[in-house]
């Protein structure tokens, strides 16, 4: 790289090509969700996504290159994460917890490298390109905080399942109660002095 526009390009192949990576794997996940709402937050981003892709070849243009990819190994990781979940997992609430979570950590890497993209195509005074890509950032801002919404109504429903056990409190209780036993008296001598009053003899 020799210029900011080229360091620009390298962040929007690596866009194009996370984006073509969630629209592939968003349908496996909109499947694996049980609750309706977060099906329903699930299946509006990909429609979303989709135009996102789209945009992305209007960024490219706009900047006087033609739409390419590199192969986007973070987003590869964190879309392998969100399988695992589907894989490993049995369907529910708490699998669904998962998949936000999942769909979450795509979406903030998401939130960094448009953000990133966003002031590379400032620096280069290309206003076009910036205009695009803050609609798309403030898309994922937005998916991230249906996420959220979603999530809360789970946890809502769920609520003290994940609460400790009373019996588990009750011991943390008389484990904090218990006083220091008192030491054996010393054979042929007085008893031992407490380590507080044996700290303050110098």
Aim: aromatic content about 2%; proline content about 2%; overall charge negative.
């Amino acid at each position: 790289m020799e210029s900011l526009q080229d360091l620009l390009m390298e962040e929007l192949k690596d866009l194009y090509s996370a984006e073509k990576q969630i629209v592939k794997a968003l349908p496996k996940l909109v499947k694996g969700a049980q609750t309706k709402e977060l099906k329903a937050a699930l299946s509006e981003h990909l429609d979303v996504t989709k135009g996102q892709v789209t945009r992305l070849e209007e960024v490219f243009a706009a900047a006087g290159a033609k739409a390419s990819v590199k192969h986007c190994k973070g987003m590869e990781g964190l879309l392998e994460e969100g399988s695992e979940c589907l894989n490993e997992e049995e369907a529910g609430e708490f699998r669904d917890l998962q998949l936000i979570g999942a769909a979450q950590r795509v979406e903030h890497y998401e939130m960094a490298a448009y953000g990133t993209a966003l002031a590379i195509a400032e620096q280069c005074e290309l206003q076009e390109c910036a205009d695009l890509l803050a609609e798309t950032l403030e898309e994922e801002e937005s998916a991230d905080e249906s996420l959220t919404i979603v999530a809360e109504g789970i946890y809502a429903a769920v609520g003290g399942q994940g609460a400790v056990d009373s019996d588990d409190e009750e011991i943390e209780e008389e484990d904090e109660d218990m006083e220091e036993p008192e030491m054996a008296p010393v054979k042929g001598g007085a008893k031992a002095a407490p380590a507080k009053a044996m700290k303050s003899r110098k």
